[in-house]
């Protein structure tokens, strides 16, 4: 049987409502860290996560997503 293609994800963006609930999940529980975090309008906050310090971010949150 032929060997399956290795892939891996570089990136993701995750809409989240609780910004500060997320944030202790990546880090606490998945060991990410927060590589950067600010706002960017009123309203939309972002974090940026990673585990390896060499990307900027492997994942961001971004909170403000419209219903």
Same mark, same amino acid.
């Given at each position: &049987?032929? /060997?399956?293609? %290795?892939? /891996?994800?570089? =990136?993701?963006?995750? !809409?989240?409502?609780? &910004?500060?609930? &997320?944030? /202790? !999940?990546?880090?606490?529980?998945?060991? !990410?860290?927060? &590589?950067?975090?600010?706002?960017?309008?009123?309203?939309?906050?972002?974090?940026?996560?990673?585990?390896?310090? %060499?990307? =900027? =971010?492997?994942?961001?949150?971004?909170?403000?997503? /419209? %219903?």
């Amino acid at each position: &049987m032929p /060997e399956l293609p %290795k892939w /891996e994800l570089s =990136h993701i963006g995750l !809409f989240v409502t609780d &910004m500060d609930r &997320m944030r /202790e !999940f990546y880090t606490r529980l998945l060991g !990410f860290k927060v &590589m950067d975090a600010g706002e960017v309008r009123s309203g939309v906050r972002l974090t940026f996560l990673s585990k390896d310090p %060499k990307d =900027h =971010h492997q994942i961001v949150l971004v909170t403000g997503r /419209e %219903k």
